[in-house]
């Protein structure tokens, strides 16, 4: 009998037909999480860059909480890699040593290019927060003050001219930056999608459109998400109002937050499109060339996975949202609702790349079938399973929580950029 200590996937695959010994489920969970929260973390940043380069002024509330957003998703990113990895402390090889050899290899590049520019980007549009919260906290007593003026003063880089010649000095690097983040953005998203279709032993995943079906389903998540948790943050601020007696500031809380959606929903839905559309692509694409892998492959979409695809994915993860959203008198409900779907069907995207495309064997006579493992009894069925992805998820907002204290993306008296 196999150790399942040993072999990587032996305790969540299950076999069928005729299946070589040695084949297992070996991208698990973790990785599907990790190509959907890259997609997160490149979405959020173009919904920043729709304000800072291309000038949609009336986005600029969701587009600061974005920006602020992204860099909390930024470490997350790698997470599930981490949790996958069966020796963690290789984690740090690409980032240290990194070169373009190989896909996996230049994520040490993307990532570092990538979280530099976002760090770079914040001081910038913050950077006369950071002073004025310096120059208040400066001969506070108490030691709580005594610790913010700290992290303030630490966060001004010593650049205390806060003129306006400065000011508009920092608006133009965060546009420039803004718009040099915007394709290291898509880069950093579409590399994933570059691992899959590079794979030339995989019939499902080796298509030249893989990296850019990749990219559209990431800004739609990622534009998906930060939308339901604007809106979250925005309800819960008037529904506080309401409850302190402050009936005025709650209703302008509301109004504002309508506006944004309803501008914010458009290029959801544009987005929503252009994936649906390169997805459906590729499924014709491939039947229309029927290579020699299309029979298993048929049998894997239109059999072993129906629902998985046609089902959950199309028609309940993009079909459903995309009416729900362009139907008239869409309320705030329904658009939560929608974008709930929204982000739903693009993970059963991920899903059904990643453990989809190890469904079938390479002797193409047999099946494997992932059962994700909900009760963990070791550490690798911790990490593999549905506590290992809820962590994965939890994360961001717990560091989005912990940044925004420093960095209040959603105030409307921040003298930001």
Known sequence: MTDPAIVHGVEWTIKELFVYPNEFIYWSIQIVMYPYMTGLVAGAFVLSSLYHVFGQKDLKEIAQFSLVFSLALLPVAALPLLL??????????????????????????????????????????????????????????????????????????????VS????????????????????????????????????????????????????????????ALCMLTYIVIMEWQAFRQRRSGGTTEATEIKGAEVDIITKSTRYLLGFLVAAISLELLDLIFRGYTAMKSWDILRSVMYGKDFMNIFVLQYTLGNLVPFILLILPGRTMKRTVLALLLVLFGVFMMRWNVVIGGQAFSLSFSGYMHYHIPIIPHSLETFKEGLFGALTVIVTPFVLFWIINNFVPSLRRDLGGN
């Open 84 to 161: 996958h990895l069966q020796q963690p402390l290789r984690a740090m090889e690409p980032l240290l040593t990194p070169h373009f050899t190989s896909a996996i290899a230049a994520f040490g590049i993307v990532f570092t290019a990538y979280g530099l520019i976002v760090v770079s980007e914040i001081w910038f549009v913050y950077r006369k927060y950071f002073v004025e919260q310096a120059q208040a906290l400066k001969n506070q007593p108490g030691l709580l003050a005594s610790l913010k003026y700290s992290v303030y003063l630490a966060l001004t880089m010593g650049a205390f001219d």
């Open 164 to 223: 306006e010649d400065a000011i508009k000095v920092d608006k133009k690097a965060a546009k420039v930056l803004a718009a040099v983040g915007i394709p290291v953005a898509c880069f950093l998203h579409g590399y994933a999608g570059f691992i899959f279709g590079s794979v030339k032993a995989n019939a499902l995943w080796m298509s030249p459109l893989m990296p850019v079906i990749f990219i559209m389903s990431a800004v739609v998540s990622g534009i």
